[in-house]
């Protein structure tokens, strides 16, 4: 009885979608391609340099955040591996990530001259973390983080742009984050459930919204340096990053010392402590 209740659970799911479904599904996918249509401009942009280019590459960056933060609600809307079953969906989302999220950052980087002189090739090493991270199996948690730093280099390209670092410390910067990308730190997942996941994503609109503004004021001409107002609401926008990497750590730092005090329970207790029975 089990056995047929079983198949008649697995015909149901076999059930081909319907038109509607199908091509619902196929909008998904679609909406999620245009992750890839602003990788193409994003790119174009680049190649042609200049502050102008680089202020509407930050703006097609974010537009395609936007893109990837909600097509997977879509997705689960319209159960799309019901309604297309024969194309991945994921392995297209991972796709268009890389490029947004590490190699167009990272180009863009090279392009706009941000770390020292001659020293431009080390940004091979964000690259192989970055691509470290995405082939991971459990790059998410079971319990619903990110494991490592994860790979926001769009986040921090805008940052070394904008504010007035240096080179060597620019550089600083980028290989500390590519070394946490193989530190198994847990970081806030926003889109989870969770109060500090709550917490996250209402203090991201306020953020997500200077971020826009910023990318706006961001210079046209040759010149890229910030004006003393751009440059106080960019200082003022660090309060999200910083918050994000702290209670991130913060929460890294708690399972680790939980994880070493239950380690230390379930050892054996020393030889020379443990009480013989007579006559063993």
């Keep these: 009885m089990l056995e047929l209740k079983k ?9 081909p979608a319907g038109s509607l479904q199908r091509f619902l599904g196929w909008c998904v996918h679609g909406y999620t391609a245009l992750g890839l249509v602003a990788a193409a401009l994003i790119a174009a942009l680049i190649i042609h340099g200049g502050p102008d280019a680089f202020r509407w590459s ?4 974010a537009a395609a955040t936007i893109v990837d933060s909600t097509d997977g609600t879509l997705a689960r809307r319209v159960r799309i591996k019901e309604a297309v079953p024969s194309f991945d969906g994921r392995r297209l989302d991972d796709i268009i990530d890389f490029l947004t999220y590490t190699f167009l950052p990272l180009l863009l980087i090279y392009r706009a001259q941000i770390l020292p002189e001659g020293w431009e090739g080390w940004l091979i090493f964000p690259a192989l973390a970055s691509v470290y991270g995405f082939c991971q199996v459990e790059a998410k948690t079971p319990d619903g ?6 790979s ?18 620019s550089l600083g910067i980028v290989l500390l984050l590519a070394i946490l990308t193989f530190v198994p730190t847990r970081h806030l997942y926003p889109s989870m459930p ?10 991201s609109i306020p953020w997500t919204i200077l971020v826009f503004i910023l990318f706006w004021r961001l210079p046209r001409g040759t010149d890229r340096s910030l004006d003393p107002e751009t440059l106080r609401l960019t200082y003022l926008s660090l309060y999200y990053p910083a918050y994000y990497l702290g209670v991130s750590w913060a929460i890294s730092i708690a399972y680790w010392s939980k994880a070493a005090r239950s380690l230390s ?3 054996p207790e020393p030889m020379e402590e443990i009480e013989l029975e007579p006559g063993a």
Aim: glycine share 8%.
């Design 58 to 61: 930050f703006l097609l960056m």
């Design 145 to 150: 983080y990110f494991l490592g730093f994860p």
């Design 194 to 203: 969770g109060l500090l996941n709550r917490a996250t994503t209402f203090l």
């Design 152 to 169: 926001l280099w769009n986040v921090v390209a805008f940052y070394l742009y904008a504010l007035p670092l240096g080179p060597w410390m």
């Design 265 to 267: 329970q379930s050892e």
């Design 7 to 15: 198949r008649r659970r697995g015909k149901k799911a076999r059930r």
